[in-house]
Nanobody
């Protein structure tokens, strides 16, 4: 079992920045993929950014150039640096990981990000 603990959400004005963190713990050997999804009210959950072994980092078109995903393997932690935030970035952000050997998927509890003036 893998536990994911997210932090860093909150409210910010347009143009501001936030940094999300997701610390993983549990039966972990290695991660095949670590990343972030988001879900706005009335919309489907969508990929924001993901780091996948052996593949280029993947970003949603809407966040390219503004968001940066990174991971610290020693800490089993994935980060999402969000700059130049826009009201349309308002959503619940979910951490997502895929284990290397089993390809099992795990989700964090979600953290609210609100961008408003």
């Amino acid at each position: 079992q893998v536990q994911l603990v997210e932090s860093g959400g909150g409210s910010v004005q347009p143009g501001g920045s936030l940094r999300l963190s997701c610390a993983a713990s549990g039966n972990i050997f290695n991660f095949y993929e670590m990343g972030w999804y988001r879900q706005a009210p009335g919309k489907q959950r969508e990929l924001v950014a993901a780091i996948t072994n052996g593949q280029p980092t993947n970003y949603a078109d809407a966040v390219k150039g503004r968001f940066t995903v990174s991971r610290d393997n020693a800490k089993d932690t994935v980060y999402l640096q969000m700059n130049s935030l826009k009201p349309e970035d308002t959503a619940v952000y979910y951490c997502h990981v895929v284990l290397m050997w089993t390809r099992a998927n795990y989700w964090g509890q979600g953290t609210q990000v609100t961008v408003s003036s």
